[in-house]
């Protein structure tokens, strides 16, 4: 039943857009025709009125050539009658075009007219040729045959053809504009009677198919709204028409289809969702672990090729001097053979200390640890310490309880100790004091060195315990024996931390834990 009916309003809807389809091929059709016709009618009218303008000059400089001679105006002759023959060959080939859109009728005399004037034009021309080649000597004003050139023959009967041939196109002309006139006035009064003619069916016919489709639409609309909510315990409803009984059968099955569907998938989705976790909780954790063990590689290979450069340079260099000295004596070699120790002794220190700081980034840094009194340990090597640098007051303050021990490597504990207090000496005046001080708090034991140097900037204070990082270039030092001290101290799972005053000083902190009570 609406099969034949949509079938009705398309064969009908088609007929009305075949209508306007093809009186809208039709109007342009007969738009373009009036156009090219107009066209080419004011193009006839304007080499009318060219060639009048262009044959009264020609007629000028001919009569300008009885009166001054015949070398004046020569070329501009010339000119006048190329543009004359080439005007006259123009309006010629328009009016067999016009002749042929508009018929014989309404171009009548065109192209006759047009041959006699041509006609016209060379006999006045030759008559003017005529009249200069009898070297007449009576005075111009006085010719008779000149008198009846310029008055009757130019005067009246060439200005009357060029006026008959303007006025006959001009008419010509207002004739194809009044016939677009008109065509344009039926194309609207046509498209207004189909559309008055054509609107009322499509109006109802659409409101047919509204109504008929509406109800139908809006419960299978219904269905897949509650579908794409989710509720596929949705069922659309059987009584609509026989067209629709099919679909809204195939409907609730692939309701029922999408509901298990959905259930099995919400399942395995869950179950997925739980092992990407998984595995990519456990890839990102081992990609964090790669991702370090190489930027510290990075930095290590780094670090190692710019420090090994400077002795590696001097060593080399030292040996090619020596070797190019023919006659080299016993010092030379031996003061040689001292700067490549000095350096090699300088380079095997660089590779420990560069060992050492790998293997503690690695975590293999392995400590031979003992139980020792912290107090006595540090009030001997202060007083080794003061021996080696005898220009510095170097003292030992302790709040320890007595017979306070830790565990720790002793060795590397004094190596970091040691690197502290060389960097004191270093970076401060001359005279000016070091304190090594001891003291407890709570669960740690803190060794503090304080000095009275021009103190360290806070910008700088943030990166002094990184690897190779002098902030003052004093000393032969390579920027290595902070980062050692911090690796030994995170090595005992104690800190190593630092403030400081520009003016005032600085004071390093070694903590150490306190062994657990038993």
């Known amino acids: 039943m609406y099969k034949r009916k949509l079938y009705l309003f398309g064969l009908l809807s088609t007929f009305i857009l075949f209508i306007a389809l093809a009186s809208a091929a039709v109007t342009a ?144 002309v207002s004739g194809i ?55 596929y315990h949705y069922r659309l409803p059987e009584t609509l028409d026989s067209e629709f009984t099919d679909l809204v059968k195939a409907f609730n099955s692939m309701i029922v289809r999408l509901g298990a569907h959905e259930d099995k998938a919400s399942a395995h989705r869950k179950q997925l969702e739980y092992e990407v976790e998984t595995r990519t909780r456990a890839l990102q954790e081992v990609n964090n672990k790669l991702t370090q063990l190489d930027t510290k590689r990075r930095q290590f290979m780094a670090d190692v090729s710019h420090e090994l450069r400077t002795p590696l340079t001097i060593i080399r260099g ?8 023919q006659t080299a004596t016993v010092e030379i070699y031996q003061e040689t053979l001292n700067t490549i120790l000095e350096q090699s002794v300088k380079l095997s220190k660089l590779v420990d200390d560069l060992l050492l700081l ?26 080794k310490w003061q021996k080696v640098i005898k220009t510095r007051d170097i003292t030992f303050q302790s709040q320890l309880q007595h017979n306070q021990s830790v565990v720790i490597d002793k060795e590397r504990i004094i190596q970091a100790l040691t690197i502290l207090v060389e960097n004191a ?4 005046s001359p ?9 407890d708090d709570n669960n740690w034991i803190r060794i503090n060195i304080m000095d009275t140097s021009d103190g360290i900037s806070s910008s700088d ?56 009570s038993h």
């Open 425 to 428: 000496n270093k970076y401060s």
């Open 358 to 383: 790998a293997r503690a980034e690695m975590h293999e840094f392995t400590l031979d640890v003992a139980q020792c009194t912290l107090e006595s340990e540090l009030s001997e090597q202060v007083t």
């Open 29 to 172: 059709h007969l738009t373009r025709t009036n156009l090219e016709q107009s066209q080419l009618a004011q193009s006839l009218l304007s080499e009318h009125q060219q060639l009048s303008s262009t044959s009264y000059r020609l007629f000028k400089q001919l009569t300008d050539e009885l009166i001054f001679g015949k070398s004046a105006n020569q070329a501009n002759v010339r000119n006048k009658q190329e543009r004359i023959d080439q005007s006259i060959a123009r309006i010629k080939q328009f009016e067999l075009a016009q002749r042929d859109a508009l018929g014989l009728d309404a171009t009548q005399g065109s192209v006759e007219d047009t041959d006699e004037l041509e006609a016209l034009i060379g006999s006045i021309v030759g008559e003017f040729r005529a009249i200069a080649s009898r070297n007449d000597s009576t005075p111009l004003k006085e010719q008779e045959r000149l008198h009846t050139l310029l008055e009757s023959t130019i005067d009246n009967q060439f200005r009357e053809a060029i006026n008959a041939a303007v006025v006959r196109q001009s008419s010509v």
């Open 318 to 325: 030292e040996a090619q001097v020596t070797l190019r000295q």
């Open 431 to 439: 005279g000016a004091p070091i304190i090594v001080a001891l003291d």
């Open 177 to 231: 504009n009044s016939s677009i006139d008109t065509l344009n006035t039926s194309i609207v009064w046509f498209t207004i009677i189909l559309g008055a003619i054509t609107c009322p069916f499509i109006l109802l016919g659409c409101y047919w198919l509204f109504n008929a489709l509406y109800h139908p639409l809006t419960v299978i609309r219904t269905g897949t709204d509650a579908i794409a909510s989710g509720n």
């Open 461 to 516: 204070l943030e990166h002094i315990f990184e690897r190779f990082v002098r902030l003052k270039r004093q000393g032969d030092g390579m920027g290595l024996g902070l980062s050692i001290a911090k690796a030994i101290a995170e090595a005992h799972g104690g800190t190593l931390t630092a403030r400081s005053e520009l003016s005032k000083g600085s004071v390093f902190t070694l903590s150490l834990k306190k062994p657990a």
